[in-house]
């Protein structure tokens, strides 16, 4: 009979092994989101580049020098990230608030508020890092950019 019982320092072992093979493939999920979302982000930098050479070059006729402009294009990317990461923590802690109770009457869980921890703030701060970095690129192709080719009529 003794042979029978469940062992819960095993079954214990079991759940946490099962449950880090989870959080690994989570966080790789997430690093994946995140590089998505930096070739989004220079995508989108690009794009607006495209619509915005005459403004630049304007800018460069005025007497901004190309580093000026570069300073202004990796800003746009650094608060694009912050927006980012402030709008996607806002929504978590929304769909925390609102799945709580849910799952409280359910089914006895109860979901935390979410709140930040260290490892999440050093995360954050990587990905406000990241962006800046990533926006880079963008912002010296703008700058190198010839002032002619902005002030040239397209036909």
Not at 84 to 107: I, M, T
Not at 122 to 147: D, F, H, I, K, N
């Amino acid at each position: 009979e003794a042979l029978l019982a469940v062992l819960p320092a095993v079954a214990l072992n079991q759940l946490w092994r099962l449950l880090d093979i989870v959080t690994r493939t989570l966080q790789a999920l997430s690093a994946l989101v995140l590089v998505l979302s930096l070739c989004g982000l220079i995508t989108a930098l690009l794009a607006s580049l495209e619509q915005r050479q005459r403004e630049l070059a304007i800018l460069r006729a005025v007497g901004a020098r190309p580093l000026d402009l570069l300073f202004l294009l990796v800003l746009e990317g650094a608060l694009l990230t912050a927006g980012g990461a402030c709008a996607g923590y806002g929504l978590l802690g929304l769909a925390s608030a609102l799945a709580a109770p849910v799952l409280q009457n359910q089914w006895g869980i109860v979901w935390p508020i979410a709140r930040l921890t260290a490892d999440e703030l050093q995360l954050m701060a990587l990905v406000a890092v990241a962006g800046p970095l990533t926006a880079l690129w963008p912002a010296w192709r703008a700058s190198q950019r010839a002032l002619a080719d902005g002030l040239t009529p397209r036909l």
